[in-house]
């Protein structure tokens, strides 16, 4: 099996970098170790893209946890898109408020 193409919307690099910036007001380490973790899990480890569940708010996409986050991607034939990250304390009502 060849490795997916993974691709990060606009919308999702924008929630990422956000992140980033409110955990380095705190601790510029503990930010670059969230946004590595949040990239790896959503990049270089989000192989077989299929073992991870179906999201429970909106079933045609699917999901993968880090840490506090969720990442929602969908596929696309050879594609992974990573569309949202979603801050798992937050209302899940809030998820796709803004869909684009």
């Not at 990442?71 to 798992?88: A, G, K, M, Q, V």
């Amino acid at each position: 099996m060849s490795r997916l193409k993974v691709i990060w919307l606009n919308k999702s690099k924008d929630q990422l970098k956000a992140i980033y910036n409110h955990y380095k007001l705190v601790s510029p380490q503990g930010a670059k170790g969230i946004k590595d973790a949040i990239f790896l899990k959503g990049g270089r480890e989000l192989v077989f893209a299929k073992q991870y569940q179906q999201d429970e708010i909106e079933p045609e996409f699917r999901r993968i946890i880090v840490k506090h986050y969720k990442l929602i991607y969908t596929i696309e034939e050879e594609t992974i898109w990573i569309l949202r990250i979603f801050d798992t304390r937050m209302s899940p009502q809030n998820q796709f408020n803004d869909k684009e």
